[in-house]
Structures are given as C-alpha cells and as structure tokens.
C-alpha cells in the first residue's frame, strides 16, 4: 500500500524569507501524481501544485516549486519570498496514474506559520 | 468561477439523529470522493462515485454510513445513526475521469464540520 510521510508537524517562517516543507513517499508503481494542497483556518483544501511522475522538470507555480527526487522518493515544497497569508496546513498527497483507484492518499499534514 | 459546494457548513447534532450531508460537483466533472478529516487519522477516503455509479467504498462503516448520487449534480453522504466518535470534518471533492480511470486533479468543497453531542 501507498503511504505519504511529511516529517515535520510545524514549520514557522519569517515574513519575505524562503521556507521548504517535506514530503516522502512510498510506491512500488512506477507512475503517478504527486500534489500539495494548503488548508488555511478556513478549512477549505486549495491545490497548491501538481506533478506528474513521468515528468523530469519540477513544477513551479508563481512562488511554489517543488523539488522532486523519484528515485529518493521525496517530493519537497518551496515556498519563495513567504506572504502571511500563506501560514496554513499543507499536505502533501499521492495518486496513481492509472487504473480505477483514483483517491488521493494525504500525508498528515504540516503547519506553516508566517511570521511577520 | 466554478467550485464544489457542501451544505451545511457546519452541523451540530445529538447521538443517534440522522445526518445528511450534500454536495454539488463542479458542472461536467464525472467522479465524486468523499473524505473524513480528523485530527488522529487525518484525511481518509470514505468512498467514490464514477459517473454516479460507487467505485469504492470500503472507508465507509457500512453498518451507519451510506453515501449515494442521486442524479449527476448532487451526492449525499448520510450517517444514521450518528455516534461522537463520527464528529469530523467532511469533505467532497470532484474531477474529471480520464479514459484510464484515474482523476487528474480534484477540487475540494469547503467541508462539512460535523459535531455530534
């Protein structure tokens, strides 16, 4: 079975500065997505970024990118240039690529705090 | 801007009462997953609808839960009865199934905060 560790349960960030959060994984498949989602005390889940496992290059959304290392299996965000309004719980989350098993498998989340 | 929407947002309710929780998928999105969020399991898998036919529900405590799609733009997810231990938030989320099965991305609904007293 497919497990998601995110290593750190809080993480806290100066206001401007750069902070990256953990993810690593565990799969015997070969292809799959990888996502990160950010829950903020609204307790709404926002897609952050996505990555397809047959794809080389990081994704990158404005100031999110990731750093994914397939064979570590480790799937890092980074956060550039940090904004209060980022202070959340991320979650890094697994997906197969094909087949009919199509839910997401969460990690159990990190807590960003953004300090101004 | 097309999003998910779950009603209620917030439930308070006795042990043993009946619980419904609906949810809108986003207009033309073809799979529906329910999830439960609490603080111990963290975000878990209830079960999940394929063009409004259930794929899996095997995260579903079959004795008190049952989750259905009555038509394309509406799903349920219903406790009956409710116990503490249910009190949770719940969340749907929809997206589109590709030819393979898998769904590429899913968008979350704002939750249902489920309390039962």
């Known amino acids: ?116 | 801007d097309a999003r998910v929407t779950q009603t209620p947002r917030h439930k308070v309710t006795e042990m043993g009462q009946e619980v419904t929780m609906r949810c809108q998928p986003i207009l033309g999105h073809n799979t529906v997953f329910w999830y439960r969020q609490t603080m111990m399991q963290g975000l878990e898998l209830l079960a999940y609808f394929r063009n409004r036919a259930p794929l899996d529900d095997s995260g579903m405590p079959k004795d008190r839960f049952s989750a259905e799609m009555p038509d394309a733009t509406l799903a349920t997810l219903k406790i009956q009865p409710s116990e503490p231990r249910d009190s949770a938030v719940y969340f749907c989320a929809s997206g589109l199934g590709l030819l393979q099965g898998a769904v590429e991305t899913q968008y979350f609904g704002p939750g249902t905060r489920l309390l039962v007293l």
């Open chain 1, 1 to 116: 079975a497919q497990t998601v560790t995110q290593s750190q349960p809080e993480m806290s960030v100066q206001e401007a500065e750069t902070v990256t959060l953990s993810c690593t994984y565990d799969t015997s498949e070969s292809d799959y997505y990888l996502f990160w989602y950010k829950q903020p005390p609204s307790r709404q889940m926002i897609l952050v970024i996505r990555q397809e496992a047959y794809k080389q290059q990081n994704a990158t959304e404005n100031r999110f990118s990731v750093n994914f290392q397939k064979a570590a299996k480790s799937f890092s965000l980074k956060i550039s240039d940090s904004q209060l309004g980022d202070a959340a719980m991320y979650f890094c989350a697994y997906r197969r690529y094909g087949g009919s098993q199509g839910n997401l498998i969460f990690g159990k989340g990190t807590k960003l705090s953004v300090k101004p």
